[in-house]
Nanobody
Framework: VQLQASGGGLVQAGGSLRLSCAVS????????LGWFRQAPGKERELVAT????????TYADSVKGRFTISRGSVGNMIPLQMRSLKPEDTAVYYC????????????WGQGTQVTVSS
């Protein structure tokens, strides 16, 4: 199974972007899917996750009210709508999946760069 993030780009502060996560390589029934990001010199951090069975959603405090994760389909499993972007949102964004029985995310896609200019 492969995940591929796309939709990043350069945007001015206050702008919006929509990220997509495509899944390929076979049937994939995850326990959870999520978006993570990593800024230069910083640790990777959770942005938003969705439990696939219950649809329970979790957001990082820093993005609550601005970002929206939703369920999609294979071509775009977890669209991430990002609004009111801030320069501190600049990072490489990754989509990831967690299999049942795993406590950590075990499927990672290549990231997509999001750059927010002030």
């Amino acid at each position: 199974v492969q995940l591929q993030a796309s939709g990043g780009g350069l945007v001015q502060a206050g702008g919006s972007l929509r990220l997509s996560c495509a899944v390929s390589g076979g049937d994939f029934s995850p326990a959870a899917l999520g978006w993570f990001r990593q800024a230069p010199g910083k640790e990777r951090e959770l942005v938003a996750t969705i439990h696939w069975t219950t649809s329970t959603i979790t957001y990082a405090d820093s993005v609550k009210g601005r970002f929206t994760i939703s369920r999609g389909s294979v071509g775009n499993m977890i669209p991430l709508q990002m609004r009111s972007l801030k320069p501190e949102d600049t990072a490489v964004y990754y989509c990831a999946g967690r299999s049942f029985g795993r406590s950590t995310y075990n499927y990672w896609g290549q990231g997509t760069q999001v750059t927010v200019s002030s």
